[in-house]
């Protein structure tokens, strides 16, 4: 059974990190890109990060830029997420999935972020 689990989220103060754990089972994990996603109630959703198969290639929506880092650890099927300097314009939802070319294989549920004082 392909599955995602998406872990980490939670509740911080602006200016603090967290760090967002995409979990995978039932896949070749290795053979596949990684990205990370957020999603606002009523907003389209936002493509924040990616990661190549190998993890030598990541890119960034401008938004998050300079403080989102995207990585991956092939032995542990496990692709991260360091979030700092957040916002609260960074509260959103976030979720991962995973994909060869445009074809996406599988997905997560998510994880709140919320981020305020």
């Known amino acids: 059974q392909v599955q995602l689990v998406e872990s980490g989220g939670g509740f911080v103060q602006p200016g603090g990190s967290l760090r967002l754990s995409c979990a995978a089972s039932g896949i070749t994990f290795r053979k596949y890109a990684m990205n990370w996603y957020r999603q606002v109630p009523g907003k389209e959703r936002e493509l924040v990060a990616a990661i190549t198969s190998s993890g030598d290639s990541t890119n960034y929506a401008d938004s998050v830029k300079g403080r989102f880092t995207i990585s991956r650890d092939n032995a542990k099927n496990t692709v991260y997420l360091q979030m700092n300097s957040l916002k609260p314009e960074d509260t959103a939802v976030y979720s991962c999935?995973?994909?060869?070319?445009?074809?996406?294989?599988?997905w997560g549920q998510g994880t709140q972020v919320t981020v305020s004082s």
């Open positions: 999935d995973a994909r060869i070319g445009s074809l996406r294989v599988a």
